[in-house]
């Protein structure tokens, strides 16, 4: 942030953006403090889903490789489905953090912090196995590779 | 490379190859399971945020979980890549792989958010732990 920018024309825009960033970071504080602070009888329900949706992505990877006859050892689910609810959790501070007042969200900075998040090799390989499928699939159409 | 990593790039290449010829019942099969992995774990975040009267568009949850599923499956071929011949995995390999994923401040944001998970479930299973 470069300084001596404070002067009279610019101080009702610097004023706004202060006031957005603040919005921002109420939104933000906000959503943070709520789920730390629930009722006991609402935590223990967040647990639950929590552990449900991670349980439910472990033993569909696992199922989906079973299926093609080439399944790794269960801990790697655990451990693939842990980082993943992980990072799907992570993103989610960046969309507060990019909320308007209204509860809308502005998708491109909120996308761009996301690609932030990743090595741009890894960001780039994101959906691996929807890429492949896609591609096998152009594949087939076009008669490099068939059934 | 090493007869390790040229080990571990086949069995990367078999999983792929695998999963690309399955039979077409078990391809549509596979893709079920994967559009419902991801709107569990859509509906699950955006159920726990209007549990405490914060919840975002819908889009937001969305994305998020493309994300995470997405990040799921990249880290599985970490671990195919970082697995011996009998089918373990180096932890330690993996986790080389895993942090290479992610720009180094979200990696150890990360690893903060496991960490802070994990304790809070050894807490809780130990307080169940005493209940018994």
């Known amino acids: 942030m470069s300084a001596g920018r404070s002067n009279g024309s610019q101080k009702p825009q610097n004023e706004k953006e202060k006031g957005a960033v603040a919005t921002e970071s109420e939104r933000f504080r906000e959503w943070i403090e709520k789920p730390q602070n629930p009722p006991p009888e609402l935590k223990s329900k967040l647990w639950e889903l929590y552990d449900g949706a991670e349980l439910g992505l472990k033993e569909t990877l696992k199922r989906m490789d079973e299926l093609v006859g080439h399944a790794l050892d269960d801990d790697i689910y655990a451990i693939v489905a842990e980082i993943g609810m992980a990072a799907a959790e992570a993103t989610l501070p960046f969309a507060h953090r990019f909320s308007r007042e209204d509860g809308s ?43 | 490379m090493t007869g390790g990593q040229a080990k571990g790039e086949k069995r990367v290449w078999e999983w792929i190859r695998k999963a690309k010829s399955a039979p077409p019942d078990a391809k549509a099969e596979i893709w079920v399971l994967y559009d419902a992995a991801v709107l569990s774990v859509m509906e699950v975040f955006k159920r726990v945020d209007e549990l405490v009267e914060c919840a975002l568009p819908e889009a937001a949850y969305a994305i998020a979980a493309e994300i995470g599923v997405a990040v799921a499956e990249a880290v599985l071929t970490g671990a195919l890549r970082s697995s011996g ?24 944001q990360l690893m903060d958010r496991l960490e802070v998970r994990s304790k809070m479930w050894y807490a809780k299973a130990e307080h169940e732990g005493e209940g018994k």
């Open chain 1, 105 to 147: 969200v502005e998708m491109s900075r909120f996308l761009e912090k996301v690609a932030d998040m990743f090595s741009s090799w890894a960001f780039e390989a994101l959906a691996i196995r929807l890429k492949l499928w896609a591609l096998m699939q152009l594949a087939e159409r076009l008669g490099v590779v068939g059934p």
């Open chain 2, 85 to 108: 011949e009998d089918g373990s995995i180096s932890l330690g390999k993996l986790t080389d792989e895993i942090a290479s994923l992610f720009q180094p401040w979200f990696f150890l």
